[in-house]
């Protein structure tokens, strides 16, 4: 069984479908965009971001951007730093370089996609399975790294697509145990860089986050988009439980609800980068509207070094990097899924799990239920 294989936004990738959802995944870096939910039916969603500059002739020199598209693994996550400088690019070998197709399967109700990859500049590969379940509107997500020595960054890059109405995008977590601004400054208008957000700072809700400002002192990133002109980092950790962590944007105007489940232990932050056209260099030019829901093991942007050495995160017990020994494996297990909400919805409250099905309640006491094997999460297993 093969996938078929298309160009998308001017990246060569693999397809793979179910009666429920048609997916994307680019051949480099791994990028999994487009994603078509709810395929068959009169209103489907395509909930992620695809890069606006895909088709222009001046292309980006930073490897990552080249398929800059919906959700793709990093390792290690965050920018080059002195210990990646024999290979600058953002975010590592497994979003920024050509994975091979190792095959497809279905059995029973579960279609998988397996691609693999030997790492370029850190010794050691990676196998990606992709994987979906018939009646389901959910991905599945692991990757397994083999081989490795060392402590590295490792995340989640799923970058949803904004719309131009300001505030119809709600944002909610599982609880949060902590929240901090980005620790370093992203903005410098010299550079045609502005942020919004400011600096190092620790906040207890995303409705109140500090800004640079003194009059208004504090903005909510919970609803957007918001501050137009302006692309802001922070992050929050969620508390880990027995039941999966979650975070769910709700987009009002569309009537749907984008949800990830993860493992808190594996991946306990939970960054946003807050992209509302605030990046005038090439290739953003001042148009990027998206908004990156990262789930991360990682301090920040801040890099192979800045994430395995002590750090604001690390001091209050927070991990922020993976240890590796070359004789085990790693596996990260992660979910993403959509569901089209009742009118009303609004901004979801609290999640409640069930076995294969997890039910997202909102504020104003209207449900949303997903069919949803989060027991992958542990196991690893459909």
Known sequence: MKPLTRTIANQPSWIMRTKEIELAVTQLGGHMAPVTFYRNTSRPVRPYYVNPWHGEREQPTEPVLKSLRGDFFCMPFGSPDEFTKRFPATHGDPACEKWSLAGMEKRGDVTTLVLRMKGRRIRGSYTKCLMLVDGQQVVYDQNV?????????????????MPDRNETVLIATSPIRVG????????????GRYQAVATGRRFASLSRVPLVWSSPSHGDCSSLPTRRGFTDIIGVVQKHSELPAWTAATYISEGFLWFSLKDASVLPMMMMW????????????????CLGLEDIRAFFTAGAIGSARPNAMSRMGIPTAMKFVPCCPVAVNYIQGVIKTPAG???VKTAQFAPEKVTFISESGKKATAAVRHEFLATGEL
């Open 180 to 191: 901090m601004t980005n620790p370093v400054d992203t903005g410098d208008p010299a550079d």
């Open 274 to 289: 807050i992209a509302n056209c605030g990046r005038h260099v090439h290739p953003w030019n001042g148009r990027e509207r």
């Open 145 to 161: 790294m083999e081989g490795f020595s060392g402590s590295f960054p490792i995340g989640h890059h799923a970058t949803l697509a």
């Open 345 to 347: 919805f609004g901004r």
